[in-house]
């Protein structure tokens, strides 16, 4: 019985904190969605920015205001009016099918931005199975050159002037001037199978990167190899951030972007300006991208991509937007930021700044806009995020390699997460950390090894160590601040030091005895009522105790006040009835009825009679 009660006093307590902490978030967000809805509200239409008309339909759905905006900078399908880029139309693409608006027009502006990606080296490798030796045929431009593969897979013979083998001799290094070359391979020899792929690399680069596509061909069969490496371009040379979100917009209507991975991957190194691994993971939801994303995280509360043209607020944006849907603690970790340093009187970020607020809102806590959208029922979508029915249970939600490798297609259907598409067939729950052989770190430590995802948050493949509590060039961050070129108005600067001397160290003011004192009264209360189900629970422990604590003199009498002998059981006498004389009237007993005796009368004898036992 009383452990039952210690258990509801425990779980009450914990669903308090938990309503508690939950309704302060679910406060703050609306709060802010109230702010940018008000901000909108208010502003003159023809000071509104294009980001802004972007960015707040992708918060708040469909608004003539904000679609003005978009309108007026529109040229020709594509954005801005003074100059079309990329990135601008690609996020017009996002924006609109967010909201079910047809985008195809737009859609064929971009694709007829492609190019052949330049900057790139290429390599065709073949494997023989067992490592058996082989002869094998490589037929291009309509000429057939023979090769052997030796024991150890090293390459002999004369490939051709297209080809050439590298310096290791185990790779087949593919001239400039025959990308676009088809490569027919044949291999023939004692053995089952033999393997063939394409391998990639940057320019002057060491890291060599395997073509998702690998495939494995019967001893005499035949298999094409073909470069297929593409960018989107402004003017004559490949654009990298644009091409990165004409990709991610091309993908989110549908369309295979497979041609411009190896492109964006191999030169992601050189972009991390861009926080180039956030929309690279929603793309194609590889580990390495993940853990980037994942290590990257600043003091464990925001993103801020090296030498960004943005802010912390964009790219913490970009961060949250690839975990998305996710189990993360990087993810939470970041909201909770987020909300710590929201404006309190506002409900904005970053000094009411609307792109940067509608951006953090659409990326961390996303509107449902219901199946049609937000009114254009009379307008036909073509993506899979503005699609007019939900998605699950009648298909699954999944990344767009994850349906690719189980054999579907992407359907116009809604998924909650931006990073997720409608596949047509089922695709399998992911693991769990535990089924991956890893574990989950806690929030004071960091992965030594490899972050990858689960189903059950950030899995460690390799050991959880303790966070470092040092720093040599960044006393800021170790202390809880922020480096940034200026501070919020919910900040104040500090002396601590940043790694970039530019940079100034942001820490968040006092926000005033109000919110202290809210907090302390919480506390107050939590702890209020422990005591209560304690006494509760405990009660009758505490009546003996108290008694117990009297009768050996716990209470202190005043110097002034006489001292009481010890406490006595009292003495319980019979009385006798006085004999009546014959013919007088006979006496009424001046002793009171029997009544009956109550619970706490019970409990009080009991306990006398205790205390009696003890003190003989």
């Not at 580990?287 to 995280?297: L, M, N, R, T, V």
């Not at 490798?405 to 596949?423: N, V, W």
């Not at 050991?463 to 720093?471: D, F, G, L, V």
Request: charged share 20%.
């Amino acid at each position: 019985m009383k452990k039952s009660g210690v258990l509801v006093a425990i779980t009450f307590i914990l669903f308090v904190s938990s309503v508690l902490a939950q309704s302060n978030e679910t406060s703050g967000v609306e709060k802010a969605y109230q702010c940018l809805q008000d901000r909108f509200d208010d502003s003159d239409e023809s000071s509104l920015a294009l980001s802004e008309g972007i960015f707040g339909i992708l918060a708040l759905g469909s608004n003539s205001k904000l679609l003005n905006a978009i309108t007026d900078e529109e040229k020709n399908n594509c954005w801005p009016s003074s100059g079309c880029r990329l990135k601008e139309t690609a996020q017009v693409v996002l924006a609109y099918d967010r909201i079910n608006k047809d985008t195809s027009q737009i859609e064929e502006y971009l694709i007829s931005k492609n190019a052949t990606a330049t900057g790139l080296n290429w390599f065709l490798l073949i494997d023989i199975e067992n490592h058996a030796p082989a002869s094998c045929t490589i037929t291009y431009s309509g000429a057939s050159h023979t090769i052997s593969v030796e024991e150890d897979m090293k390459i002999s013979g004369n490939p051709g002037s297209c080809l050439r083998i590298t310096p290791e001799g185990y790779w087949l290094s593919i001239e400039d001037n025959c990308i676009d070359r088809n490569f027919d391979v044949s291999c023939d020899g004692d053995f089952g199978n033999f393997i063939t792929t394409l391998l990639y690399k940057k320019s002057g680069s060491d890291v060599m990167y395997v073509s998702s596509t690998t495939t494995s061909t019967p001893a005499g069969g035949e298999k094409t190899e073909h470069v297929n490496a593409r960018c989107f371009r402004t003017g004559s040379s490949c654009d990298y951030e644009g091409s990165l979100w004409t990709a991610l917009a091309l993908q989110k209507t549908g369309h295979d972007v497979s041609a411009y991975t190896p492109y964006l991957i191999a030169l992601s190194e050189d972009n991390k300006m861009f926080f180039s691994d956030a929309l690279l993971y929603i793309l194609k939801k590889g580990d390495e991208q993940f853990a980037s994303i994942i290590q990257s995280q600043k003091n464990s509360q925001y993103w801020q991509a090296p030498n960004t043209p943005y802010n912390k607020f964009y790219d913490t944006s970009l961060g949250m937007l690839a975990l998305q849907g996710s189990s993360s603690l990087e993810l939470n970790n970041a909201k909770d930021y987020l909300l710590a340093i929201q404006d309190k009187n506002t409900g904005c970020w970053n000094n009411n700044n609307l792109r940067d607020t509608a951006f953090i809102l659409y990326s961390g806590w996303p509107k449902n806009l219901g199946f049609s959208g937000t009114g254009n029922e009379n307008q036909t979508g073509n993506g899979t995020s503005g699609g007019s029915q939900l998605c699950e249970p009648t298909y699954s939600c999944s990344s767009y390699n994850q349906c690719a490798d189980a054999g579907g297609s992407i359907i116009d259907r809604t998924c909650s997460a931006f990073s997720e598409y409608c596949c047509s067939v089922p695709v399998g729950i992911q693991a769990t950390c535990t089924e991956q052989g890893g574990r989950i770190c806690t929030s004071s430590q960091i992965c030594e090894g490899n972050p990858t995802s689960s189903s059950d948050g950030t899995c460690c493949i390799g050991q959880c160590i303790p966070a470092p509590t040092t720093s040599d060039d960044n006393e800021c961050e170790q202390a809880g601040g922020t480096c940034d070129n200026s501070c919020l108005s919910s900040e104040e600067e500090s002396s601590l030091s940043c790694s970039l001397s530019t940079d100034l160290c942001c820490v968040q003011k006092d926000e005033g005895s109000e919110e202290s004192g809210s907090l302390l009264w919480i506390v107050i209360l939590i702890i209020l009522i422990i005591l209560i189900a304690l006494a509760i629970i405990f009660r009758r422990k505490l009546q003996v105790w108290w008694f117990k604590f009297k009768r050996r003199g716990g209470i202190k009498s005043s110097p002034t006040t006489p001292r009481r002998p010890p406490f006595q059981p009292p003495i319980l006498r019979r009385q006798v009835q006085p004999q009546n004389r014959p013919g007088q009237p006979q006496a009424r007993s001046s002793t009171p009825q029997n009544r009956p005796v109550s619970k706490l009368d019970q409990e009080m004898e009991e306990t006398l009679r205790k205390l009696k036992e003890m003190s003989d």
